[in-house]
């Protein structure tokens, strides 16, 4: 059916995106998601048969280089707990900032996934329409009347406008898709794609929702919702894009998008490995000079059974495949591996600590600390002003703060680092607190730990002897 709906118009950048997107998706997914895709990724031989493609591609084999990576790299960017500075009154709503169950801390972690995967995340910072005036906050948290965020996946923001406002470029449009869950019996999961369009009216925030009706026409779903703050309407609209690099709708390429080409590359090859490997690694029986007098008459191979030719002059002997066609094929792997390693899974191979330096090792993963950093400024920057927004709806207008973690590698401190570091303090050089501070930045002590109660700690456990060689008596 030919729609007419305009709800459901795609911004020409989200068009050109998509396909990229969809690579990305398929092969964070895995092997399943990238052999369903059959020949967008995997083509058929010459006179392939429906069945024999389906082998083809069932012996091929999927090395997730791009997965690993990727979480490799979250994991790097969550190696420390992300600074969160927020007030007092807003701590416990921390807790579960989706109303589904999700944390703060939580949600951090799936922006950053987000964004490592495709390049692009939304957040949605949105209020019940209903008011909470003359309620007290006790009153309105108990009737779940509290800020809440959304997380919006890069293919669910399909439109968008900015325009100049105020001396400055401002969101003026987003249109996002949603899966609403239609009545049906207790067992049925049925849904429907929603549109939600966030804009703004005569100046003010609105929000509304629409469906496609039978007809493929827009039908909106409810009536027009203007949000309000302290009793008045927003003047923009509360949505954050975040990117690898910024927070504008402006889109960029996914950050490991030459790495999931790669990862397919290696895919189709290990396809034709396996395929040549099936055809090539047994050897295949030859007779020649006999021609059966039945030609129904059947002939077996091994110990238990004779094999009788009539014709002296016949002679019966194994084909094995003896050519170089398959090493080619396994050097062009073994070189996409190390181009894969290169753009980012090196994260993920044995170190070679006999030959590598530590400064080395710091070198090679100079790249992926670049593009973890700027991506890390970027979530941190978009959570903040989130966050913000968050806390202010919340009935705090203090500033809130989210830093998340930089330091990506475990630092190393020597022991000559450390007895220097002592040694500067007991000489008056540097204070307690900066032998302290620089304890804890090689985490020496724990981040969580202040220099009171390491103070309290080393107090308690009394004056250390030292060792005089005396054995007991």
């Known amino acids: ?276 490997l099936h055809f090539t690694g047994l050897p295949t029986g030859v007779i020649t000079g006999y021609r059966p007098e039945n030609e129904s008459e059947k002939l077996y191979v091994g110990a238990a059974h004779f094999l009788v030719l009539p014709d002296p002059q016949a002679k019966a002997s194994f084909l094995e495949y003896t050519g170089q066609g398959l090493s080619a094929i396994v050097e062009e792997l073994e070189r996409t591996e190390a181009q894969m390693a290169i753009l980012g899974a090196r994260l993920l191979t044995a170190e070679k600590k006999a030959t590598e330096t530590s400064q080395t090792a710091q070198i090679h993963r100079a790249g992926e600390s670049s593009v973890l950093s700027s991506i890390a400024s970027t979530i941190s920057r978009a959570l903040t002003q989130a966050l913000t927004l968050f806390s202010k709806w919340a009935g705090s207008d203090a500033e809130c703060k989210v830093e998340l973690n930089q330091e990506f590698l475990p630092p190393e401190m020597t022991p000559q680092e450390l007895s220097a570091l002592v040694s500067a303090w007991q000489t008056g050089a540097i204070s307690m607190q900066v032998l302290f501070d620089q304890l804890q930045k090689k985490e020496v002590i724990a981040s969580d730990l202040t220099l009171e109660e390491m103070q309290a700690q080393i107090g308690s456990e009394g004056p250390r002897m030292p060792d005089m060689g005396v054995e007991e008596v």
Request: proline letters at 5%; hydrophobic letters at 40%.
């Open 1 to 276: 059916m030919e729609t007419k709906s305009q709800v459901s118009k795609t911004h020409p950048e989200y068009d050109a995106m998509a396909t990229k997107w969809q690579r990305c998706r398929d092969c964070v997914s895995g092997g399943d998601a990238v052999k369903a895709a059959g020949t967008r990724y995997l083509p058929r031989l010459a006179d392939q048969t429906d069945t024999d493609y389906q082998a083809y591609k069932t012996r091929a084999s999927f090395f997730n280089a791009t997965w690993r990576t990727i979480q490799a790299l979250t994991g790097m960017l969550f190696r420390r707990p992300p600074v969160v500075d927020v007030p007092e009154s807003v701590n416990a709503l921390l807790k579960d900032v989706t109303m589904s169950g999700v944390s703060f801390i939580t949600f951090a972690q799936q922006i950053a996934m987000e964004t490592l995967t495709v390049g692009r995340v939304g957040i949605l910072v949105d209020y019940p329409s209903q008011s909470t005036e003359g309620m007290t906050a006790a009153e309105a948290a108990k009737l779940n009347l509290r800020p809440v965020m959304q997380r919006y996946e890069t293919e669910s923001i399909i439109n968008w406008k900015t325009a100049w406002i105020g001396n400055k470029t401002a969101l003026t449009l987003v249109v996002l898709t949603e899966e609403a869950a239609l009545e049906g019996n207790e067992f049925e999961h049925k849904t429907e794609t929603r549109y939600r369009v966030l804009d703004l009216f005569n100046g003010a925030y609105r929000v509304r929702v629409f469906r496609i009706d039978d007809k493929g026409e827009d039908e909106q779903v409810g009536g027009d919702i203007f949000p309000v703050m302290s009793g008045k309407p927003l003047d923009f609209i509360p949505f954050f894009f975040l990117g690898v690099d910024d927070t504008t709708p402006q889109l960029d390429l996914p950050p490991f998008l030459d790495l999931v080409d790669l990862n397919l590359d290696h895919y189709r090859m290990s396809a034709d490995h396996k395929h040549g």
